[in-house]
């Protein structure tokens, strides 16, 4: 079946622009994740959505990201006014809903603000 | 806080030697340790997922062992195939996030 897919797939901005990144997850999983993982580290939690809440936001680095979930499956990353420092890999995870189900997760989406 | 550390940074082995990568960790209880693989340019590959102090995996040549501080994942007779980044993660009881090592960078040389 489908893994995890990500668009797009590189992504370059300049600084000060916005930017969404989309996920759409295994179907069927409830749970949704985002993570960050810079060069040579490994992945950082950003959020976690089970349907379509936030369930745990406590990652995001401060108030220019957003994270959205209307209907329970896609989901959207924003980055408003974007900084060189946000240049990163951004991953996401889907899982069932039970806590200790594994997290599966996509190919990335390769972010690069000059 | 909950904290993983992944020893060494980075490891050689010529094809067919055998050893060990090490997962330290601090975590206010575990519900569970996870192991991923990871390619260039490719997001996290999932390998295993122990539970408790004691539990063994098996996947081929790769096993992977937990104690109440750190996971080894071994790696027998390896060929330049399982050259990769090998990532260690933690999941707290009452989270859902994972928090990840640094990771282990293995290149099998033919």
């Known amino acids: ?114 | 806080e909950d904290q993983v550390t992944q020893s060494p940074e980075a490891l050689r082995l010529q094809e067919g030697e055998s050893s060990s990568l090490n997962c330290s960790y601090t975590v206010s209880g575990l519900r569970g340790l996870f192991w991923y693989r990871q390619d260039p340019g490719k997001g996290p590959e999932f390998l295993f997922t122990l539970y408790s102090a004691g539990e063994e995996k098996e996947k081929e040549r790769l096993k992977a062992t937990l104690t109440k501080k750190e996971s080894f994942l071994h790696i027998t007779a390896p060929k330049p195939e399982d050259s990769a980044t090998y990532l260690c993660a933690v999941q707290a009881w009452g989270a859902q996030k994972l928090v990840f090592g640094q990771g282990t960078r293995l290149t099998i040389n033919p």
């Open chain 1, 1 to 114: 079946g489908a893994g995890v897919s990500q668009t797009p797939s590189n992504k370059v901005t300049e600084k000060g622009k916005y930017v969404e990144l989309r996920c759409d997850p295994i179907s069927g999983h409830t749970a949704l994740y985002w993570y960050r993982q810079s060069l040579g580290q490994g992945p950082e939690f950003l959020i976690y959505f089970q349907g379509t809440g936030a369930a745990d936001d406590s990652g995001l680095p401060n108030d220019r990201f957003f994270a959205v979930r209307p209907e329970g499956s896609v989901s959207t990353l924003k980055i408003q006014r974007t900084e060189r420092g946000d240049s990163a890999v951004y991953l996401c995870a889907s899982s069932l809903a039970q806590p200790g189900d594994t997290q599966y997760f996509g190919p990335g989406t390769r972010l690069t603000v000059l």
